[in-house]
Antibody, heavy 118, light 107 residues
Framework: EVQLVESGGGLVKPGESRRLSCEAS????????MSWVRQAPGKGLEWVGR??????????EYAAPVKGRFTISRDDSKNTVYLQMDGLKTEDTAVYYC?????????WGQGTLVSVSS | DIQMTQSPSTLSASVGDRVTITCRAS??????LAWYQQKAGKAPKLLIY???SLESGVPSRFSGSGSGTEFTLTISSLQPDDIATYYC?????????FGQGSKVEIK
């Protein structure tokens, strides 16, 4: 059974940094592309960015609102993908989901809430 | 960016009704479209990928169709368990984008 478990959410102040983690199990993690998708309270879904699998270069792609502030990385030895969030803004407040798939998000974690407030 | 527009935003139907949700893309996306179901307080769940391929384990009352710029998600016979918000998503071009969601309620 595929499992994605996010952690690292919490309350942060504007301008601060936070790193989210997503530990994967139940599939060959190193083979898969991983993405982060977020959902602001009461709002719709927004793709944040993705990282390719290591054989394809492990390159990243980001949505415009987070480009230059957020960084996705992966550690295949730990079956974990990370979302480093720097320069957080109040509009980054959301539940952040870790997902698996190439464009199609086949599996989702339970999400972790990041609240940005002074 | 490719804009995805869903209609209706909310719909109310009776158990057993046939329900259709439309998703329009602002540019051609071929068949690179997925549909997700999100129940209250839960993570989204994949229903349909490549416009019309049913994800394993998803009930056959769900179906998807379309290509190019216009797509539909159909629930052939609405069940109480289908109460949720449904999202379309294109993955033809970056940034991958979602529709605004369509909330399905029981009348």
């Amino acid at each position: 059974e595929v499992q994605l478990v996010e952690s690292g959410g919490g309350l942060v102040k504007p301008g601060e940094s936070r790193r989210l983690s997503c530990e994967a199990s139940g599939f060959t993690f190193s083979d898969d592309w991983m993405s982060w998708v977020r959902q602001a309270p009461g709002k719709g879904l927004e793709w944040v960015g993705r990282i390719k699998n290591t054989p394809e270069g492990g390159t990243t792609e980001y949505a415009a609102p987070v480009k230059g502030r957020f960084t996705i990385s992966r550690d295949d030895s730990k079956n974990t993908v990370y979302l480093q969030m720097d320069g957080l803004k109040t509009e980054d407040t959301a539940v952040y989901y870790c997902t698996r798939g190439v464009g199609t998000f086949y599996n989702w974690g339970q999400g972790t809430l990041v609240s940005v407030s002074s | 960016d490719i804009q995805m527009t869903q209609s209706p935003s909310t719909l109310s139907a009776s158990v057993g009704d046939r329900v259709t949700i439309t998703c329009r893309a602002s540019q051609y996306i071929s068949i690179w479209l997925a549909w997700y179901q999100q129940k209250a307080g839960k993570a989204p769940k994949l229903l349909i990928y490549k416009a019309s391929s049913l994800e394993s384990g998803v009930p056959s009352r769900f179906s998807g169709s379309g290509s190019g710029t216009e797509f539909t998600l159909t629930i052939s016979s609405l069940q109480p368990d289908d109460i949720a918000t449904y999202y379309c998503q294109q993955y033809n071009m970056y940034p991958w984008t979602f529709g605004q969601g369509s909330k399905v309620e029981i009348k």
